[in-house]
């Protein structure tokens, strides 16, 4: 969710003990992709959600980027970020972050999971 119109913000919330927050608290610069519709199966796997634990045509996703960014392949959008604060609130942790640049793909329809399942988007009509 995008929290300011003049400078690119973004804020989100993770669990206080997440791996993932340590690991942004540490470097202060992270990368946020947003998953093409090419991506089911990443999304799948990186949720530990996979059944077969055997992993069938899947590749190194990860490149980085010319900032220093890891980003994945055929992402739909890759944001390169930096905190500017981040506040814990019960078990979990809000954090604001300034956008520093973006990569778009040529893949560009984003994967959308809603109610236990994949959806695509589609025009209004």
Excluded at 21 to 26: K, R
Excluded at 50 to 67: A, G, V
Aim: hydrophobic letters at 35%.
């Amino acid at each position: 969710m995008s929290v300011s119109v003049d400078s690119s913000v973004i804020l989100f919330v993770l669990k206080s003990q997440s791996k993932t927050l340590v690991s942004i608290n540490q470097s202060q610069y992270f990368s946020i992709n947003l998953l093409s519709q090419s991506q089911a199966d990443l999304s799948i796997e990186y949720s530990g959600k996979r059944e077969n634990q055997e992993i069938e045509n899947l590749q190194d996703p990860w490149e980085i980027s010319q900032e220093k960014f890891p980003i994945l392949r055929k992402s739909a959008l890759s944001l390169a970020c930096e905190i500017i604060d981040s506040k814990i609130i019960g078990s979990s942790t809000l954090v604001t972050a300034t956008i520093l640049s973006q990569l778009t793909s040529e893949e560009s329809d984003p994967l959308i999971y809603l109610n236990r399942s994949y959806h695509s988007i589609s025009p209004i009509k």
